[in-house]
């Protein structure tokens, strides 16, 4: 009698504790995610804890991003975790988010950013971001590339000569790994003023093996992080603490933030007319010691390449940089010159083995300049080829290196979208798909064609305001967007100049995207040079 009254008891009892966990998993869940349901705003069916992070690392996310632009609409929310994004893309809004209303919107999420890299430009917040971002741009003015473009100069050269063997051979060419050995070696010259041979050396350099790491963790650990940041930031410390096993990620970054802090001290070691570096390093170290880097040009010249058509109005007060400032932001120049500038090269040698009569136009511009200038290729003409600055934004248009871009309310915020009010409070996350509006047909008939016609100065009038982002917009947009366009610009005219892109039998017909959460990455394309 007794054994059965223990039984009935102890069945009772794990009814009682499986309606506690099925109430408070209900309450969670209600409470937690039905944070857009309540105002209405449309979007994906969010999983308890995981929100819908788990279809996010499944599915490759371009085409999830203009999926679901698709099916919801100007606005609609998805969380990652317990965490609400809310997605727009209504361009007013965009317009305000980025720039009328930016002090509503200065910051971007902190995804879990650890060690020497939460003092970067992505990861400041607020004042600290304004002060560092003021200070760092002069760094990025015309008269600084045109320093910069003899350090390029020299690295193209190079690079010609990598071509000069594959067209002898006639081999395939991985073109992601030509053009990231390339920008490798040029922010290596640029950043330091640092000969690394990588373009002979590939992998086995060390810079670009430690470099390119950084750019290929696991997605699936991206999702942790995103899913549990405090419980990652206390591995890192614990790591760090007792010398554990650390990361692919955590090793690179070490090695990177060890090599730049040795460069800084065998500098500070110089007599001061010993020092004649001219690099990003060196104007970064001027700006820590508080010496004054703007020269006497119009700053917002960094902003020209754009269609949106209205600039903000800045802060531009300064401040000094710190010495983890410094190896931070020189780092990032280094990590995020190298990627982005060689998917940007990738995708455009790509589009033009793949549209020949276009790559002949782009070749006699390039060459018309280059006798004219007594066969040369000067800065100013560089910047101001109209037809090869329609070739890379038509590439940045459909391949932005970036899938959508991200900001942080750090206000209150009401926002109208098709007459409804939406409240966003101080905290919450807004991103815009700017990948999926890139490929809207409403903007860009015919989206998925590389036509460069659309960017020629006779049809800009054309383009629609906020509709082309692949470096963001606004005060926060892409400080380094000048050298990037002027590495690839240099890049594509001396190698134009003696070789032609051509597709060979193992050229994809479509790129496939590697299944990054953020990064527009290209998987291994092949093609051909003949020399002319």
């Known amino acids: 009698m007794d054994?059965?009254?223990?039984?009935?008891?102890?069945?009772?009892?794990?009814?009682?504790?499986?309606?506690?966990?099925?109430?408070?998993?209900?309450?969670?869940?209600?409470?937690?995610?039905?944070?857009?349901?309540?105002q209405n705003i449309p979007g994906p069916t969010p999983l308890p804890f995981f929100g819908n992070l788990i279809e996010q690392v499944v599915r490759v996310i371009p085409d999830l991003e203009i999926e679901r632009y698709q099916k919801y609409g100007k606005v609609y929310g998805y969380f990652d975790g317990s965490h609400p994004i809310l997605n727009i893309s209504d361009l007013q809004v965009i317009k305000n988010i980025l720039i009328r209303?930016?002090?509503?919107?200065?910051?971007?999420?902190?995804?879990?950013?650890?060690?020497?890299?939460?003092?970067?430009?992505?990861s400041l917040k607020g004042n600290e971001w304004r002060m560092t971002r003021n200070t760092l741009s002069p760094t990025f003015t015309s008269g600084k590339m045109k320093m910069m473009m003899q350090l390029m100069s020299g690295c193209a050269d190079d690079l010609l000569k990598s071509l000069e063997k594959k067209a002898k051979s006639g081999e395939d060419i991985n073109v992601k790994d030509?053009?990231?050995?390339?920008?490798?070696?040029?922010?290596?010259k640029c950043a330091f003023a640092t000969e690394t041979h990588v373009q002979d050396m590939g992998y086995d350099n060390p810079f670009m093996k430690q470099a390119s790491q950084l750019f290929t963790p696991p997605k699936t650990r991206m999702a942790i992080r995103m899913l549990l940041p405090k419980l990652t930031m206390v591995l890192y410390k614990l790591t760090n603490m007792f010398k554990a096993t650390k990361t692919q990620d955590q090793d690179s970054m070490g090695y990177l933030e060890e090599v730049v802090r040795s460069i800084i001290k065998q500098r500070s070691e110089m007599e001061s007319n010993e020092r004649s570096y001219k690099d990003f390093l060196q104007l970064l170290l001027d700006a820590m010691q508080g010496k004054d880097l703007e020269d006497q040009e119009n700053l917002k010249e960094t902003e020209l390449h754009h269609v949106n058509g209205e600039e903000d109005q800045q802060d531009m007060r300064k401040g000094t940089l710190s010495e983890d400032s410094v190896v931070a932001n020189a780092i990032l120049v280094l990590v995020a010159g190298y990627e982005t500038t060689a998917t940007l090269l990738t995708y455009t040698s790509y589009s033009l083995a793949k549209n020949p009569e276009k790559q002949e136009i782009l070749r006699k511009e390039i060459k018309?300049?280059?006798?004219?200038?007594?066969?040369?290729?000067?800065?100013?003409?560089?910047?101001?080829?109209?037809?090869?600055?329609?070739?890379?934004?038509?590439?940045?248009?459909?391949?932005?290196?970036?899938?959508?871009?991200?900001r942080q309310c750090t206000k209150d915020y009401s926002l109208e979208v098709d007459g409804k009010t939406i409240l966003v409070k101080k905290g919450d996350e807004i991103r815009i798909p700017s990948y999926a509006i890139h490929h809207d047909n409403q903007f860009y008939p015919n989206h998925d064609q590389w036509n460069p016609e659309r960017f020629l100065p006779e049809n800009k009038d054309k383009l629609t305001p906020y509709t082309y982002l692949p470096f963001g917009g606004g005060p926060r947009n892409c400080i380094g967007m000048r050298f990037a366009l002027l590495e690839a610009k240099l890049a594509i005219s001396k190698t134009l100049?003696?070789?032609?892109?051509?597709?060979?039998?193992?050229?994809?017909?479509?790129?496939?995207?590697?299944?990054?959460?953020?990064l527009l990455t290209p998987g291994k394309i092949a093609l051909k040079v003949e020399k002319l």
């Open 3 to 38: 054994s059965l009254f223990e039984a009935g008891y102890s069945a009772y009892s794990s009814l009682i504790l499986l309606a506690i966990t099925v109430t408070t998993v209900y309450f969670y869940y209600d409470s937690t995610y039905s944070f857009f349901k309540k």
């Open 101 to 122: 209303d930016f002090d509503s919107f200065v910051d971007r999420r902190n995804r879990n950013t650890n060690g020497i890299m939460r003092h970067t430009l992505l």
């Open 178 to 188: 030509l053009f990231g050995f390339f920008t490798m070696d040029v922010v290596a």
């Open 368 to 406: 018309a300049a280059y006798e004219a200038a007594g066969n040369q290729l000067l800065y100013q003409d560089i910047s101001s080829l109209k037809y090869l600055d329609a070739v890379i934004m038509e590439t940045l248009r459909m391949y932005p290196p970036v899938v959508r871009l991200s």
């Open 497 to 518: 100049l003696e070789y032609r892109f051509i597709e060979s039998n193992q050229t994809p017909d479509k790129i496939d995207f590697k299944n990054a959460l953020f």
